[in-house]
């Protein structure tokens, strides 16, 4: 079963193990999503360009 205060107590030692990434973690994650997005529309882009030549 659900319990509210089991969940709030879990939130609250989550939020108390939280930090603000440095300069460094910062750059490091918007590097990587940056790619990961990149990656994503290039393959969208691919499978578009696939798309009109084979026209089913």
């Keep these: 079963m659900f319990s509210l205060k089991s969940f709030t107590k879990q939130c609250v030692r989550v939020w108390h193990l939280m930090k603000k990434p440095d300069k460094k973690e910062f750059t490091i994650i918007a590097k990587v999503s940056a790619i990961g997005l ?19």
């Design 38 to 56: 990149g990656l994503i529309g290039l393959m969208g882009f691919i499978i578009s360009l696939l798309m009109g030549f084979i026209k089913i």
